[in-house]
């Protein structure tokens, strides 16, 4: 019944924001989009969700994670001027997201609450010098980018800020950024400097290239007491785009030091002091603690992250085929980081990922399409485990694993008319192959024991 309910929910804010949307758009320019995913386990169990990255990156099986996720995004321009006139807008978007599968960790809102919250409340304005740039200032999710098939984040900065982007160089567009986050649950507040190259052109494509600058703070930002010791990291990501009439390219490498290389989170985007403050689950902050000698600290501070991955799209046009692929290698080196097992120190060695997906899919009508999908996570000594044992308690150890997940699939997905925007419903059937490290709890329920198991369900999207 609850499942019900949260499913209804979704459908009657799409139902009741849709009128709307036909009402605004011609004054200001309302968006939106829901997503119902409803994966199902062995026995009907809900949302298995199977990772083996943890909470954040690098999700094969996404669509098992049972959810219920709609956005709505409406802009305002204020002052609407020429081509070289100066012109005003707002942007603001609301999130609704109700989690429903039975994670492996515990959040703030338990495993099926419902989510409120903003990723973008800013305003910004153009040709402030007669020129294209653009000046904005507030809560921004700030040119994203990533490998959606699997579900890769490579540029997710994000926080309340102000910057200048598109500023015309003659070669490329310089935009610059100053972040500011604070700590939800008591810690460090966050600065972070963004720079970014775009649109260069290179190899018949164009070239992304973004530096990132950032450094926790010694003051609590609740307290204000100085009680943590400064950490930074520097991060370049260089991003290669090619688009033509069929096809698309991806092709970047990102490297990383400091906060933005290796630790227990792996939170690549933004360094482990980001994550910590955007979501309050860090489980023990001491390593900041100023008062306190910390071998972890001395070793993020040495330790280095590297990737480098490929996203290639085919659409050929009169063709009723297209293809979908991915691949990513990584690799994390821990700065010396040790590890105890058993009573004997170890170092801890460095964490490998590779990863792959290829999606081949075949319209059978203009609305009507069949996909198949083989895809794969493999990492040589991985992240310690955390699982919830049966009695409640949780079993923790950061002895490296080998973590693998193996993912074959078979989709019908189906689209029907829409009314201004776009539907698309996905009917699926995965068989799984993991081993007993991947980060999830399998100690309980219909995957107790198991290392391989079909899963299936429904994703259902619409969009306007």
């Not at 090619?242 to 933005?260: T, Y």
């Amino acid at each position: 019944m609850k499942i019900f309910l949260r499913l209804l929910l979704g459908w009657t804010l799409l139902v009741s924001m849709g009128p709307l949307a036909a009402q605004v758009q011609e004054d200001g320019k309302l968006h939106g989009r829901m997503t119902i995913n409803l994966g199902l386990g062995p026995g009907g169990s809900l949302g298995p969700c199977l990772r083996t990255h943890g909470d954040q990156d690098l999700q094969i099986a996404r669509d098992d994670c049972a959810e219920t996720e709609g956005v709505l995004a409406w802009s305002k321009y204020f002052i609407r001027g020429g081509t070289q006139q100066i012109w005003a807008r707002a942007f603001i978007d609301l999130t609704i997201k109700a989690p429903m599968e039975r994670g492996w960790v515990d959040t703030t809102q338990g495993t099926s609450g419902l989510i409120l919250g903003n990723r973008n409340f800013f305003a910004e304005v153009g040709n402030f010098w007669g020129g294209k740039e653009v000046v904005w200032v507030g809560n921004r999710s700030y040119d994203y980018e990533d490998l959606w098939i699997l579900d890769l984040r490579i540029l997710d900065q994000h926080g309340p800020g102000l910057g200048l982007s598109n500023l015309d160089l003659g070669l490329g567009y310089l935009g610059t950024a100053f972040f500011r986050v604070n700590s939800k649950n008591g810690g460090p507040s966050q600065d972070t400097i963004d720079i970014r190259w775009d649109r260069v052109p290179l190899f018949g494509g164009t070239l992304k290239v973004a530096l990132l600058q950032t450094r926790t703070l010694s003051t609590d930002s609740k307290t204000g007491a100085k009680k943590f010791a400064p950490m930074t990291g520097t991060q370049l990501a260089l991003i290669h785009k090619i688009e033509d009439e069929d096809s698309e390219n991806k092709f970047f490498v990102q490297a990383g030091r400091g906060l933005f290389g290796g630790n227990d989170l792996v939170p690549f985007d933004q360094g482990r002091g980001a994550e910590f403050n955007n979501t309050g689950e860090e489980r023990d902050p001491a390593w900041l603690d100023s008062t306190l000698h910390s071998e972890e600290r001395e070793a993020i501070k040495r330790s280095q992250a590297f990737r480098v991955g490929d996203q290639y799209l085919l659409y050929p046009e009169f063709v009723p085929f297209s293809l979908q692929a991915a691949l990513l290698y990584e690799k994390v080196e821990f700065g010396g980081l040790h590890y105890v097992d058993e009573g004997l120190i170890y170092d801890r060695p460095p964490m490998e990922t590779r990863a792959w997906m290829l999606r081949p899919i075949w319209d059978i009508t203009a609305r009507q399409s069949l996909a198949l999908s083989h895809g794969a996570v493999l990492m040589e000594n991985g992240l310690g485990y955390r699982r919830r044992l049966p009695d409640g308690t949780v079993s923790e150890s950061r002895k490296p694993v080998d973590r693998s997940l193996r993912r074959s699939e078979i989709a019908y997905i189906v689209r029907p008319l829409g009314w201004g925007g776009g539907t698309e419903t996905k009917f699926y059937a995965a068989f799984n192959e993991w081993n007993p490290e991947i980060r999830r709890d399998v100690t309980r329920g219909p995957l107790q024991n198991k290392t391989q198991g079909w899963t299936g369900g429904v994703t259902m999207s619409l969009w306007w």
